[in-house]
């Protein structure tokens, strides 16, 4: 997530405000560390209750709101309400049970994302492979330490969840202040464009100016960043084997057995098209794929960028998914690709479409932030996005890609989680109130053309 809020907000923004940063980290880690300790004896301190209340009164907050979401952002909204207003109410519900199944549930999230990371990481074997196995390995800890009774019978669940919260949270804005403190370009995107460190950072950009809010996605005609994607099921030859989820985030096996994983591309009104694809056949039989997901240099082939969309999509097929983005700097993903393609390597796992694509997205979004608030921004936007779901999501799916690959099916969710984020669109509350106030106004003209029409016909009597 550290990387992430970099991309979104920009170093200039975060570099003016350092010092602000590291004393907000270390009050939350502070507080944190006091929460855990105090749930570890028993004996609370911390408001359970009126905690409770706050998390029901934001559910219900979310679910009223969910539907003036678009599409992806109102599903989000409505999961967030659900899980929020559902965990209030086990809090509320108190005693043993509710305790109980908050353990059980927080255990249980810890321990397949621990277990899923170390089996991803230790099949592809991608660059510091052995930190995330390392990760993995202390989630899993974490949900033995929620599974097991010792030493509250499971009383102190919420204050452990929340201490942990605080503490990780802090400790991330505080990695945050202390990489930008000294830099002038950003590291969160610096260095993708060949896999190196040595890469010159963006220079010569426009200055970012304060942008309009969007009322829903961008429409066919209006010119936007576009993320085609194929994905497995939608490009294969033939029609496929149907396999829940792995269909759609990894591959799909047609009829005759051959294993089609998906495409994605980019393109920009401005005439960029970003689209890498493998120079020579890549054997994708099901007794080497697993050999080939190895992100090593023996599995490094020549890669070839596609001219233009009509090309591919006449060559091959349409694509089955689009994602549009208004707010992005197009010389920044300019200079981007030009460094991008002085590297014509391609890998299954670590250099392919889907990655090049999602570089070139947080290439292209960097600063989006910053720009929605103007040039000189507010602490607004920083808690604003820190407060949006969709920053989590993105997260998530982010910290799948970088343990696992990324895959055609998780840079379509990244991409459509990052149009949440770029794209600015009236708060629910905001766009609630005007819907009310609009129709307050529409019932109060026709009260009075009613009482006018009334008053006419006792005139007319």
């Known amino acids: 997530m550290v990387r992430l809020i970099m991309i979104l907000l920009g170093v200039d923004y975060l570099r003016t405000r350092w010092r602000a940063l590291i004393i907000i980290g270390a009050a939350c880690i502070l507080a944190g560390l006091m929460v855990f300790i105090d749930a570890l004896d028993g004996a609370l301190y911390f408001p359970i209750e009126p905690f409770a209340w706050l998390l029901f009164a934001e559910g219900l907050a979310t ?8 599409g992806g952002q109102r599903t989000l909204r409505y999961v967030k309400g659900i899980a929020f207003a559902s965990a209030a109410l086990l809090i509320l519900a108190g005693h043993h049970h509710g305790n109980f199944i908050l353990s059980m549930i927080f255990g249980t999230l810890f321990l397949a994302d621990g277990v899923l990371q170390i089996i991803s990481a230790t099949l592809v074997r991608y660059k510091n492979w052995r930190f995330a196995v390392t990760g993995g390995a202390i989630e899993i800890l974490i949900a033995i330490f929620f599974y097991q009774p010792y030493p509250t019978h499971y009383a102190g669940t919420v204050p452990y969840c929340l201490g942990l919260g605080l503490i990780f949270g802090g400790w991330s804005i505080i990695l945050i202040a202390s990489r930008v403190r000294r830099l002038n370009s950003n590291p969160a995107v610096l260095g993708v464009t060949t896999g190196k460190e040595d890469c010159q950072p963006a220079e010569n950009i426009p200055a970012r100016k304060k942008i309009i809010k969007w009322d829903g996605p961008p429409v066919d005609d209006e010119p936007a960043l576009t993320v085609n994607i194929w994905t497995p099921v939608g490009s294969a030859k033939s029609k496929t084997q149907r396999q829940p989820i792995i269909d759609r985030y990894i591959a799909a096996i047609d009829k005759d057995g051959l294993i089609s994983t998906g495409h994605a591309a980019l393109e920009t009104p401005q005439g960029i098209y970003i689209s890498l694809y493998p120079g020579v056949e890549i054997d994708r039989s099901p007794s080497e794929f697993t050999q080939t997901l190895r992100a090593t240099r023996e599995n490094d082939v020549p890669g070839v960028f596609q001219p233009d969309y009509a090309t591919e999509s006449k060559a091959w097929c349409p694509s089955t998914n689009k994602v549009r983005i208004r707010n992005y700097e197009p010389e920044q993903l300019r200079i981007f690709w030009e460094n991008y393609q002085k590297d014509t ?25 910053e720009r929605i608030s103007g040039s000189k921004g507010s602490w607004k936007t920083f808690f604003r996005l820190l407060t949006t779901p969709e920053l989590w999501v993105a997260a998530q799916i982010r910290k799948r890609a970088e343990t696992m690959a990324w895959t055609p099916g998780l840079t379509l969710d990244y991409a ?26 529409r019932l109060r003209k026709k009260w009075q053309r009613d009482a006018s029409e009334v008053g006419t016909d006792h005139l007319a009597d």
Do not use: F, Q
């Open 345 to 369: 390597t391609y890998n299954l796992t670590y250099r392919n479409c889907s990655s090049t694509v999602s570089h070139a997205l947080d290439a292209a979004i960097e600063g989006a932030a």
């Open 63 to 70: 679910l009223m709101v969910a539907w003036t979401g678009m």
């Open 416 to 441: 459509r989680a990052l149009s949440m984020l770029t794209d600015p669109r009236p708060s629910g509350w905001i766009k609630m109130a005007g819907l009310a106030i609009r129709k307050i106004h």
